[in-house]
C-alpha cells in the first residue's frame, strides 16, 4: 500500500506546490509509481505539470461531488512514473457543496482506498487554508509534510496548524503523523532566515528536513513551462536542493 502524505499549510506562498510538483517528480525519476492529488482551487500543480485547466472534462472534482472513481480521473503527465488528478474551476465552490455530504470528511479517504495500492507515493497538495479540503487531505494521509518559508510571518500560523493536525487526529484519523518540516524559499543574505530555521527547528524538534530550499529564480520559472525543476533545471541550487529532499524522504520511509 503506497504512502499518503499531504502537503499542508494554510500560509499561502510558502512553497507547497513547489514542494509537491517537485518531490513528486524526483520520486517518480528514482522508480518509484507516483500520484499528485491536486485540490486546491487554484490548481496551481496541475498547470504547473503543463495541463490546461480550462480543458478538463474529469478532475477531483467530479471525485469529490458527484463520486466519479478517483481512477477516472487520473492523468498522465510527461514525466514517466508521475500520475495527476487533476483541479479544475469547479472545485472553487466544493467546500460549500459538501457540507452537506454524508461523511464529508472522509471522501477523498475513500476515493483512494481504490487505487492507492497501485502508487508507492500519493502526494497531496492542499490550499492555503485549514478548511473542509484540507481536513479531508490529512483525514486521507499517513503523514505531513509541512513547508515553511524562511520569513517571520509563516511562522505565525504553525500553532493554528499543529492544532488542526491534532484534532484531525484525535478524530477523524488516528494514523496522522508530521512527516517532516520543509524549510522554503531560503536566503542566505539575511539573518532573519538563519533565526527562522532555528526557530522551526526548535519548535519542531527532530522532525525538520536537513535539506533546505533556497530562494532559486529557476523553480519560480519552471512551473510557466509546465514542467518540474528536474526536467526544467536539473543542476540549478533549487534542482539539487529538492534531489536531495526526495532522497530524504525516501530514506526517512525507509527507516519506518
Not at 1 to 25: D, L
Amino acid at each position: 500500500m503506497g504512502e499518503v502524505y499531504a502537503i499542508a499549510n494554510q500560509k499561502g506562498g510558502v512553497g507547497k506546490t513547489t514542494t509537491t510538483v517537485n518531490v513528486g517528480a524526483y520520486l517518480a525519476a528514482s522508480g518509484k509509481k507516483v500520484l499528485l492529488v491536486d485540490i486546491d482551487p487554484q490548481g496551481n500543480a496541475t498547470s504547473s505539470l503543463g495541463i490546461d485547466k480550462g480543458a478538463l472534462t474529469r478532475s477531483i472534482y467530479e471525485v469529490l461531488i458527484e463520486n466519479l472513481p478517483m481512477a477516472q480521473a487520473v492523468m498522465l503527465t510527461r514525466r514517466l512514473g508521475l500520475d495527476l488528478v487533476p483541479a479544475s474551476a469547479e472545485l472553487a465552490g466544493a467546500e460549500v457543496e459538501m457540507v452537506g455530504l454524508i461523511s464529508r470528511e472522509y471522501r477523498l479517504q475513500k476515493a483512494l482506498a481504490s487505487i492507492r495500492d497501485k502508487y508507492d507515493w500519493v502526494l497531496i497538495d492542499c490550499p492555503p487554508s485549514l478548511g473542509l479540503l484540507t481536513v479531508n487531505a490529512l483525514t486521507a494521509a499517513d503523514g505531513v509534510l509541512i513547508p515553511v518559508q524562511c520569513e517571520f510571518l509563516p511562522l505565525e500560523g504553525l500553532s493554528q496548524l499543529q492544532h488542526t493536525i491534532n484534532l484531525v487526529r484525535d478524530h477523524l484519523n488516528p494514523r496522522l503523523t508530521i512527516r517532516g518540516v520543509v524549510l522554503t524559499m531560503y536566503d542566505t543574505r539575511t539573518n532573519l532566515a538563519q533565526q527562522v530555521v532555528e526557530e522551526v527547528r526548535r519548535f519542531y524538534a527532530g522532525r525538520v528536513f536537513a535539506t533546505i530550499i533556497p530562494r532559486n529564480v529557476r523553480l519560480s520559472e519552471a512551473p510557466s513551462y509546465g514542467e518540474p525543476i528536474l526536467d526544467y533545471a536539473p543542476t540549478s541550487s533549487g534542482g539539487l536542493a529538492y534531489r536531495s529532499l526526495a532522497n530524504e524522504i525516501l530514506a526517512n520511509a525507509a527507516r519506518g
